[in-house]
């Protein structure tokens, strides 16, 4: 199991942008697929954007592409997701999370994922 803990979050006008991280402690991230979820108020927690292990995948929700790109530095045991052009429906709770792979799979889909962080708000507001 891999510990995750979100930081970068925070208060930013719309059209400015946020780098969120996802450092990892007590395995190598290098063995995980990593992907950024968020959960508004009121509503369901939405996928975001996932990366490989080795970052040769990559794939985002239409709802951030152009806008959000996700990276990782496995030396580092970080994953990062530098939000642009934000908006106030970016506004949620985004989410770290990871599973254990030993190919070059990413996924979509929240129960794929076996370890999540805490969470760190975002908000976009004037």
């Known amino acids: 199991q891999v510990h995750l803990v979100e930081s970068g979050g925070g208060l930013v006008q719309p059209g400015g942008s946020l780098r969120l991280s996802c450092t990892a402690s007590?395995?190598?991230?290098?063995?995980?697929?990593v992907g950024w979820f968020r959960q508004a108020p009121g509503k369901e927690r939405e996928f975001v954007a996932t990366?490989?292990?080795?970052?040769?995948?990559?794939y985002y929700a239409d709802s951030v592409k152009g806008r959000f790109s996700i990276s990782r530095d496995n030396a580092k045991n970080t994953a990062f997701l530098q939000m642009n052009s934000l908006k106030p429906e970016d506004t949620a709770v985004y989410y770290c999370a990871a599973y254990f792979t030993v190919t070059g799979a990413t996924s979509e889909n929240s129960a794929d994922y076996t370890d999540w962080g805490q969470g760190t708000q975002v908000t976009v507001a004037s």
């Open positions: 007590g395995r190598a991230l290098s063995d995980y697929a």
């Open positions: 990366i490989s292990r080795a970052a040769s995948r990559r």
